[in-house]
């Protein structure tokens, strides 16, 4: 029973402590507040004293209301300094973004340069390509001086402003890629011409039958002099010399040797190669051979050597060109590709 009664004196004991640490608390805290309200609401007087003797003015504030002017005015200091310095980065901001527009500026107008020397080419390049399309007979669209229809350069070479008020350069531009692409096509049907020509040029006899373009022609077609009787005959081809044996000679067509033969009284060892067209080409006193009968050759290929044999009276190769059983001068078809390269260069002219 002692032992419960103690236990109750220490809780009693307990409590009664933490009430009085509670009011100390308390106490304390309420005189900390009345000592800032008075220190708050304690009052100054300020006096103006003016260097007359006119009155004197005295005003009466408390502290709190020294502190808000106070806090006032350093809130003013602090806006008007974060305006400085914010103002400052503005202008530095709108000095870099000056400075860039200055330079696209510059690049816009050295594009427009750029522009006007294209406008030039491309206007040089529509007159030549039209000059060739006319020489090989593909349909074009018509002549931009007359028309201004998608694809002509007619519009890109106008140099009206735009009502929209978009770059005029952007639609020059978009004008010059619609000619382009509406050039497509007749570009296509040039390159199969030209393929065509160029298969062409592969299967009729036109090219030097020596390797290297070498030699010169020791005597023509027609009517010559025979070496061996003085007398005047009818020399059915040319002959060609390098004045030496064993410079390779080379087929003047595509075609399939059909003769592959020596004439020890005429032609020595000979070569003869039928092309497509009709046509036959034969090689002459040649040294030594190097395909057979049958074998399929192309144009520029080594088909024997220059030689000395038969009726010969030097190291030379004969060259016929036969259109059927017609006999022609061959002299006249190692002039086709130069002259085709002429008409395309001058659009079709001779």
């Not at 750029?114 to 002549?143: H, I, M, P, R, T």
């Not at 006899?205 to 023509?220: L, Q």
């Not at 024997?304 to 001068?329: A, L, M, Q």
Request: aromatic content about 10%; hydrophobic content about 40%.
């Amino acid at each position: 029973m002692a032992r419960v009664h103690s236990y109750k004196r220490l809780e009693n004991n307990f409590v009664k402590g933490i009430k009085r640490g509670f009011l100390k608390i308390l106490n304390a805290v309420g005189a900390f507040f009345k000592k800032a309200a008075d220190v708050l609401w304690r009052r100054y007087t300020i006096v103006l004293v003016p260097h007359s003797e006119k009155k004197v003015y005295n005003l009466q504030v408390n502290f709190l209301t020294l502190c808000l002017i106070a806090f006032s005015i350093s809130g003013m200091i602090a806006s008007v300094l974060w305006y400085e310095t914010s103002h400052g980065r503005y202008q530095r901001d709108l000095s870099v973004k000056d400075n860039r527009l200055r330079e696209t500026q510059a690049s816009l107008d050295q594009l427009r340069d750029e522009l006007s020397v294209l406008w030039k080419e491309a206007n040089a390049f529509q007159s030549a390509l039209s000059g060739v399309f006319s020489s090989l007979g593909v349909n074009v669209a018509a002549d931009p001086s007359k028309t201004a229809g998608p694809g002509d350069l007619s519009s890109f070479f106008d140099m009206r402003e735009t009502a929209e008020g978009r770059l005029r350069e952007a639609d020059d531009v978009r004008s010059l890629a619609n000619y382009l692409s509406s050039a497509i096509e007749p570009l296509k049907e040039m390159g199969t011409l030209l393929d065509a020509q160029s298969s062409l040029l592969t299967e009729v006899p036109n090219i030097w039958p020596i390797r290297g373009g070498i030699g010169h022609i020791s005597m023509f077609f027609g009517e010559n002099e025979d070496p061996f009787t003085g007398q005047i005959y009818v020399h059915k081809g040319i002959d060609l010399s390098t004045y030496r044996q064993g410079d390779p000679i080379v087929a003047t067509a595509d075609g399939q040797v059909v003769t592959v033969d020596y004439d020890a009284i005429g032609f020595g060892n000979y070569v003869i190669i039928r092309h497509k067209h009709g046509f036959y080409t034969r090689y002459g006193h040649m040294l030594s051979f190097k395909v057979r009968t049958g074998q399929r050759v192309q144009q520029g290929e080594v088909i024997g050597y220059i030689g000395n044999t038969g009726r010969s009276t030097g190291p030379h190769v004969h060259y016929e060109v036969h259109i059927g059983s017609d006999v022609v001068d061959p002299y006249k078809f190692l002039n086709i590709r130069s002259v085709a390269g002429r008409l395309n260069l001058n659009g079709g002219k001779s």
